[in-house]
């Protein structure tokens, strides 16, 4: 047998950019000996070229801001605040703030299904009666060649800080 031979032709475009994410750090806004400040987070972002957005998240107006923001899905397996392996898949928007050729801030917002809070930790969420709570997460970043650095604050609990790599 020999070497398979694996092509991308027809799978990566002009324009397809992929963001893979982990934690760096975490810190809870009060101390809990229950909390875990080690999430182990992966998560990965997929950002929907232009020629593939619904034409419903596009504003009328070419001018418009709406028309600059770049359109998501995305996923990530972690370990909660309580150490149990969670999941969090979403869809959002992130707009951009040039700084440099190579560098630009941004603001992001992400709402998505967050599964995982289970047992005496199954309240620790709003509205996680059946073990799937709705969640929106911001988040502000800065992005350097292929490189980003984020902080994600998740809710009134604490804050995340995210390093990750784009595939382009």
Not at 119 to 139: E, T
């Amino acid at each position: 047998m020999g070497p398979a031979v694996v092509s991308a032709d027809g799978v990566f475009k002009p324009g397809d950019e992929l963001l893979l994410q982990t934690s760096l750090w975490t810190t809870h806004y009060k101390s809990d000996p229950d909390h875990n400040e080690h999430q182990k987070m992966i998560n990965l972002e997929w950002y929907l070229p232009t020629y593939m957005e619904p034409e419903w998240l596009q504003a009328d107006d070419p001018d418009s801001w709406r028309n600059d923001v770049r359109w998501m899905v995305g996923a990530a397996n972690f370990r909660n605040s309580f150490s149990q392996r969670s999941t969090y898949v979403y869809a959002g928007g992130r707009y951009h703030f040039p700084m440099t050729e190579n560098t630009r801030a941004y603001v992001k917002l992400t709402a998505g299904l967050l599964h995982g809070y289970r047992g005496k930790y199954r309240h620790k969420i709003p509205l996680n009666n059946l073990g799937v709570a709705p969640v929106i997460l911001p988040a502000v970043g800065v992005e350097v060649h292929d490189v980003n650095l984020e902080l994600v604050p998740f809710g009134a609990s604490g804050v995340m800080a995210n390093i990750g790599y784009y595939f382009r």
